[in-house]
């Protein structure tokens, strides 16, 4: 971060970075406890998860007037202006991963304690480990104006997509197996695609990075493997079946 003749402006600038970096450990510390409610139908944790996220929205409304008063007192120029800029976006991005556990939260609480399986929630849980791993990265990336860890995040996002779309696909499949399964399954499947859309967030920070440091957007567009809009799941045999003697039977009636 450049140095001014003013000190009071790059305290006001190092301000900004502070509560970037305090957003970054509240949002990772959401997401956590938002997936481990899951894995556990943990009611009373996922309401600290809706609860906390107050926090959160404090402090991104912190940078926002923050941003907007240096803007108009200070009118800076290149570099300084980028900083600004990108402390907004950045912290806009925080507040939506904190949106996304929050309401992941309250899937858990909409289950009721209902608990189908553990072999169900195994595949929502990786793909958080992914999701996690990137906001961690991207927030150090951020910290340290590291471009290349910032662009390794980038490049990344294409494994969440594909876990997504997979994981869509077998939770499908579960949910046809057994009926039972399917107002679970159909949690998860939110709960999926909320993660999926945390990992866009880190993406975005990764890409604010970029413009921060060069000062310019990157040169293409990031592809996007989440196919679960085309996905379908084939009856097996046995589905078929039972789906063959139910319409038999109601031919006879």
Same mark, same amino acid.
């Given at each position: 971060?450049?140095?001014?003749?003013?000190?009071? #402006?790059?305290?006001?600038?190092?301000?900004?970075?502070?509560?970037?970096?305090?957003?970054?450990? /509240?949002?990772? +510390?959401?997401?956590?406890?938002?997936?481990?409610?899951?894995?556990?139908?943990?009611?009373?944790?996922?309401?600290?998860?809706?609860?906390?996220? /107050?926090?959160?929205?404090?402090?991104?409304?912190?940078?926002?007037?923050?941003?907007?008063?240096?803007?108009?007192?200070?009118?800076?120029?290149?570099?300084?202006?980028?900083?600004?800029?990108?402390?907004? +976006?950045?912290?806009?991005?925080?507040? +939506?991963?904190?949106?996304?556990?929050?309401?992941?939260?309250? +899937?858990?609480?909409?289950?009721?304690?209902? #608990?189908?399986?553990?072999?169900?929630?195994?595949?929502?849980?990786?793909?958080?480990?992914?999701?996690?791993?990137?906001?961690?990265?991207?927030?150090?990336?951020?910290?340290?104006?590291?471009?290349?860890?910032?662009?390794?995040?980038?490049?990344?996002?294409?494994?969440?997509?594909?876990?997504?779309?997979?994981?869509?696909?077998?939770? !499908?499949?579960?949910?046809?197996?057994?009926?039972?399964?399917?107002?679970?399954?159909?949690? !998860?499947?939110?709960?999926?695609?909320?993660?999926?859309?945390?990992?866009?967030?880190?993406?975005?920070?990764?890409?604010?990075?970029? #413009? !921060?440091?060069?000062?310019?957007?990157?040169?293409?567009?990031?592809?996007?493997?989440?196919?679960?809009?085309?996905?379908?799941?084939?009856?097996?045999?046995?589905?078929?079946?039972?789906?063959?003697?139910?319409?038999?039977?109601?031919?006879?009636?």
């Amino acid at each position: 971060m450049p140095q001014h003749t003013v000190v009071a #402006y790059d305290d006001e600038l190092k301000q900004l970075a502070g509560w970037i970096a305090e957003m970054g450990g /509240q949002a990772e +510390r959401l997401l956590i406890d938002a997936v481990t409610a899951l894995s556990r139908i943990d009611t009373d944790l996922a309401q600290q998860v809706i609860v906390n996220d /107050q926090r959160l929205d404090i402090v991104q409304r912190k940078v926002e007037e923050a941003a907007i008063s240096i803007i108009a007192r200070r009118q800076p120029m290149a570099r300084d202006l980028r900083e600004i800029v990108s402390a907004l +976006r950045v912290s806009n991005d925080l507040e +939506r991963v904190g949106d996304l556990a929050k309401n992941i939260a309250k +899937r858990v609480v909409a289950m009721n304690g209902q #608990y189908q399986s553990k072999r169900l929630v195994l595949g929502v849980e990786h793909i958080s480990e992914i999701a996690l791993e990137q906001i961690k990265t991207v927030i150090d990336a951020y910290t340290a104006r590291d471009v290349e860890a910032a662009e390794a995040v980038r490049n990344r996002d294409d494994e969440i997509d594909a876990m997504y779309t997979s994981l869509f696909r077998e939770l !499908l499949t579960y949910m046809m197996e057994d009926p039972r399964n399917i107002t679970f399954c159909t949690h !998860l499947l939110f709960c999926a695609k909320n993660i999926e859309r945390i990992g866009d967030h880190a993406t975005n920070i990764a890409e604010n990075i970029h #413009y !921060l440091v060069t000062g310019e957007q990157p040169a293409l567009d990031r592809p996007k493997l989440d196919n679960s809009s085309l996905t379908s799941v084939e009856f097996g045999k046995a589905e078929q079946a039972r789906a063959t003697a139910a319409s038999t039977e109601t031919g006879k009636a």
